[in-house]
Structure formats: C-alpha cells, structure tokens
C-alpha cells in the first residue's frame, strides 16, 4: 500500500455510502467517495454545514449523487429518527463511516440522555447509529463500517466506574476513553460480524494530526492543544491526506477486517496509509465484552 492515495480508489459505482461529520475528514471522505461514483449520504447536526458540505460537492463532481441528512450523535432520539427515516427510504447500505466527533470541551458537558458529550458524540451515538442502520448494512454487498478512532485512544482507558465522568472530568482523558471505545468497538463488532455470518466488515483508523475543524475548534488558546495548534499548525497535515486511512480502509481491497489504519510517519501522526500499532488495551477482549453489554444498555439498542 505503499503512498496509496485517494486516486487509488476502486470505482464506488452502484455503492451507498453514510459519513457522519459535515467538515473536515468526514467531507473529504464524502468528497473523495462521491468522485469515484458512490451515493453519499452526508449526517450532522448542522443543516447549512450540510448544504454547504453538498453544494462544495457537486461543484468539483456535477454528476455526483451527494445529500444531507440531519442527525444529531448526542441525541438518541435523533440517532433513532434517523435510522427510521433511513430504513424508510432504502433496503441496503454498502458503506457507514463513523467520522462525526467532538474534542475536549474545557468544561464537562452532558447531553441529553445523561451522557458525558465527548462519550456520548464520538461513541455511544455511533453504537446506536450502527445498531439501527445494521438491517440494511446485512442487505448491502460487501458492506464496510469504518470507525475512527485517534492517536489519543493510545493513552485511553475505560473507565467503568465512572464512564460519564461525574466524579471527576478530564477533557483529554474523555476524549481518549472515548476514541479507545471507538476501536475496540471496531473490534467487538468484527468478531461478531465473523462469528454470526453477517457479512459485514468492521475496520477502525484515524487520521494522525490533521488540520481539521475538530482540532479548530478545541479549548482555548492556553490549553494544550490551543498552544499547538497556535503555534505548530504548520506541522499538521491537510485533511485531505488525513482522510486517507479511512479512504483505504473503507474502499481498498487491500485492507482485512480486524485491522486498523493509520498515517505511516512521524509516529503515526502524517504520511501515508498503513497499518496501525494497536495499544494492548485495545485487544482486551473481556473489557471490550463488559463495554459492548453496557452500550447496549445505555442506548437501548443490540446489535
């Protein structure tokens, strides 16, 4: 896969693909999927992000079969109406990309279901969101779920105790927790999709550090992440050739379920696609059970 790039995408022609997120990653990858002929679902909360997110669309590829739907990863009720809407409207989906996210709120923030809103935003409303699309992802020909997760998810830990940090809230620490729920989620839902015959490949990546709304809009300028993205925004790549990862995992025939995708250099935060070192707390597979059973039972949905 060596220097694989977007140009190396197989035709997406008679392929149905949902990206959550209307910047950033999430609109390169729409952008990206729309060239090489698939019909692109775009989901965020935002309507004129999505209209604008389209519009950008159909000026650099006329012919492509892009549109917005709202969806709101904080809500349940809003992942539900979604998801009915959704099956409403169509019998498969050949591709979900699960890209939307939110990056260290300063302050905890919780949703509407009671849910720390990174945990929520970046992981419980994903769950839900592939719960309630799985029916048509079954009817789809070799469907793919692609879950972003981030370098940060390095650092991750599950923390059972206090999952939606009530006791005591970190940003960084949620939002590693959350990405690391990502990937193991990504795991979790490959090993099922082997062990039931479902038909359906799960893969996780991440894009290293890219130049993107998320990073854009994180904490205030003396924060970590403010200081550096203040200051070393330079050193960070376009979100375009951060996309990549997901790119490949969601279309290339080189990429295994199972595996997770990555940038190549510079500790995986730039560069090209390749495969990604796992942190060892990813692979425990009993933590990943007890985090699948309680997401099911916090969004009221099994998959």
Same mark, same amino acid.
Request: proline share 5%; glycine share 10%; net charge positive.
């Given at each position: 896969? $060596?220097?694989?790039?977007?140009?190396?995408?197989?035709?997406?022609?008679?392929?149905?693909?949902?990206?959550?997120?209307?910047?950033?990653?999430?609109?390169?990858?729409?952008?990206?999927?729309?060239?090489?002929? #698939?019909?692109?679902?775009?989901?965020?909360?935002?309507?004129?992000?999505? $209209?604008?997110?389209?519009?950008?669309?159909?000026?650099?590829? +006329?012919?492509?079969?892009?549109?917005?739907?709202?969806?709101?990863?904080?809500?349940?009720?809003?992942? $539900?109406?979604?998801?009915?809407?959704?099956?409403?409207?169509?019998?498969?989906?050949?591709?979900?990309?699960?890209? #939307? #996210?939110?990056?260290?709120?300063?302050?905890?923030?919780?949703?509407?279901?009671?849910?720390?809103?990174?945990?929520?935003?970046?992981?419980?409303?994903?769950?839900?969101?592939?719960?309630?699309?799985?029916?048509?992802?079954?009817?789809?020909?070799?469907?793919?779920?692609?879950?972003?997760?981030?370098?940060? $998810?390095?650092?991750?830990?599950?923390?059972?105790?206090?999952?939606?940090?009530?006791?005591?809230?970190?940003?960084?620490?949620?939002?590693?927790?959350?990405?690391?729920?990502?990937?193991?989620?990504?795991?979790?839902?490959?090993?099922?999709?082997?062990?039931?015959?479902?038909?359906?490949?799960?893969?996780?990546?991440? +894009?290293?550090?890219?130049?993107?709304?998320?990073?854009?809009?994180?904490?205030?300028?003396?924060?970590?992440?403010?200081?550096?993205?203040?200051?070393?925004?330079?050193?960070?790549?376009?979100?375009?050739?951060?996309?990549? +990862?997901?790119?490949?995992?969601?279309?290339?025939?080189?990429?295994?379920?199972?595996?997770?995708?990555?940038?190549?250099?510079?500790?995986?935060?730039?560069?090209?696609? #390749?495969?990604?070192?796992?942190?060892?707390?990813?692979?425990?597979?009993?933590?990943?059970?007890?985090?699948?059973?309680?997401?099911?039972?916090?969004?009221?949905?099994?998959?």
């Amino acid at each position: 896969m $060596a220097k694989w790039t977007a140009s190396d995408i197989p035709s997406q022609k008679g392929r149905a693909a949902i990206v959550t997120g209307t910047g950033g990653l999430g609109l390169e990858d729409a952008l990206a999927l729309a060239r090489a002929g #698939a019909e692109v679902i775009i989901a965020g909360r935002n309507p004129g992000k999505g $209209a604008e997110a389209v519009k950008r669309i159909r000026a650099e590829v +006329p012919s492509a079969a892009a549109r917005f739907e709202q969806v709101d990863l904080a809500n349940l009720r809003s992942v $539900a109406d979604f998801c009915d809407r959704l099956r409403g409207q169509r019998d498969s989906l050949d591709l979900l990309i699960n890209n #939307a #996210a939110v990056m260290v709120p300063p302050q905890r923030q919780e949703t509407v279901d009671g849910f720390e809103l990174q945990l929520a935003t970046n992981y419980l409303g994903h769950f839900a969101l592939t719960a309630g699309l799985m029916p048509l992802l079954r009817n789809g020909k070799n469907a793919r779920i692609v879950s972003l997760s981030s370098v940060a $998810a390095r650092q991750g830990a599950i923390d059972f105790d206090d999952l939606n940090a009530r006791h005591s809230y970190n940003p960084m620490r949620s939002y590693g927790q959350s990405k690391l729920a990502c990937l193991m989620f990504a795991f979790s839902l490959q090993r099922r999709s082997e062990a039931g015959g479902w038909g359906i490949t799960s893969i996780a990546a991440h +894009p290293g550090i890219s130049r993107t709304d998320l990073l854009h809009n994180a904490p205030g300028r003396w924060s970590g992440v403010g200081i550096a993205r203040s200051l070393l925004w330079f050193m960070f790549q376009p979100a375009a050739q951060g996309a990549l +990862p997901t790119l490949f995992a969601a279309t290339s025939q080189q990429a295994r379920g199972g595996a997770y995708y990555g940038p190549d250099r510079l500790g995986e935060t730039r560069g090209y696609p #390749a495969a990604s070192k796992i942190p060892p707390q990813a692979l425990d597979v009993e933590i990943a059970e007890q985090l699948w059973e309680i997401s099911e039972h916090l969004v009221g949905r099994a998959i």
